[in-house]
């Protein structure tokens, strides 16, 4: 093209030397260049822009968020530059060899940033899907930037020093031991996150606790190096990758599955109120319609069993009778078998703990038929208001430390009071 340029000014008369050939001839390529970028940039993308934010697909919206065309249009100007530089040049002149060898690093260059792009796009896609939350695409994506980003800087400095990457790729053996140990976080990352994929161990919103780490919260993202865990506070932990394989970690999510979460609490009875039910107290409790059938079946199965054995009833150490933490019991099963918020086909007992200076510790051990939170929370504080309320029908006392008010007011009966004149 230079020395076609050349001979036509000759021809007409006008003298021309190779330099001003040369001029003409980077002109026209910077010329062309601004043109294409101009119509590629103010024209075609602005308008693909415009269509992707206004419009209600997915696909659009993440390819205009991602820039995936604006790196694909540098791409190809790249390209043109390279291209108009080997048509136009001399072939082996040190111009083209220059501008030939910036325009393939231009294209390598976008041709990797494109590359993240396009795979940011792909992710933001497959979100969507199941398969986002059974695979830790984030960390394949990750793995796959990081080989293509180390393919790319070898290609180009061996285009930068003229030599062929096959070159710089043998004696990288050597190097081998230097780049595991450089690169020691995301192998392990990237092996760990095939792992907890293929076992099932984690995915995206469930529920993780590490104490190790302070997490106790959903995960968020699950990474190449790094694991998010949003807290329950809001505040958010990262924990590596690998620590999840190395170290033990508590996910909630089968919980969450099953549909009842554990109320497993107690209280602790004061053990000098537990004592044998009296007629009057029968009778008394007796009328709830939720001890009836028990108290019924148990009296009549008490006075054969007492029957038969012929003992003496005259000493309350004779026997069998019932006792008001026996009927407690009693009474809370029938309770928790009534309430709506318990679930029925999951395990469920009131149980006596071993008694403890604190008293005797009174254990409901069932599963709420939610869980979510705040309704689990409010079904277990339902079901304790009501025990804690209803314990005094039992003759029955809440062990509890006694305060600062609790001393004051035995320290004032204790005063004598003073004498009348």
Known sequence: MQQQIRQWLESIGLEFTDMMSLAMVLGLIALISVVIHLVLHRVVLTAIQ??????????????????LFQRAALLLQGVIINVQAVLWLHNGSQTQAIIVTA?????????????????DTL??????SPLANQLPLRGIFQGVKLVAAI???????????????????????????????????PILGLVAGIQLSANDMLKIGDWLEMPKYGADGAVTDIGLTTVKV?????TVTTIPTYALISDS???????????????????????????????????????????????????????????????????PLNGRRLTNVGTLRAYLVAYLRSHPGIHQNMTLMVRQLAPTPEGLPLEIYAFTNTTVWAEYEGIQSDIFDH???????????????????????????????????
Do not use: C
Not at 123 to 128: C, D, S
Not at 151 to 175: C, D, T, V
Not at 411 to 416: E, K, T
């Open 249 to 315: 970690f508590k996910n909630w999510r089968s919980m969450s599955e099953s549909g009842g979460r554990r109320i497993k609490r107690s209280i602790n009875i004061d053990t000098t109120s537990v004592h044998f039910l009296t007629s009057e107290e029968q009778e008394r409790l007796n009328r709830n319609p939720l001890l009836q059938r028990y108290l019924n079946d148990k009296t009549q199965e008490l006075g054969k069993y007492n029957q038969q054995s012929e003992v003496d009833l005259s000493s």
């Open 387 to 421: 025990l804690l309320a209803a314990i005094g029908e039992f003759d029955l006392r809440i062990h509890q430390t006694p305060s600062g008010n609790d001393m004051r007011s035995m320290l004032a009966n204790l005063q004598p009071a003073p004498n009348n004149p």
């Open 123 to 128: 992710l933001a896609l497959m979100r969507q």
């Open 230 to 234: 949003r807290n329950w506070d809001n």
């Open 103 to 119: 325009a393939q690093v231009w294209i390598l260059l976008f041709s990797l940033l494109t590359l993240f792009s396009l795979l």
């Open 151 to 185: 393919f790319i800087g070898i290609m180009i400095i061996s285009l930068l020093m003229g030599r062929s990457p096959l070159l710089l790729l043998s004696g990288l053996g050597a190097m081998t031991a230097v780049l595991m140990l450089v690169f020691k976080d």
């Open 50 to 67: 415009r269509r992707g934010q206004h419009s209600q697909r997915l696909w659009q919206q993440a390819i205009t968020q991602h820039k």
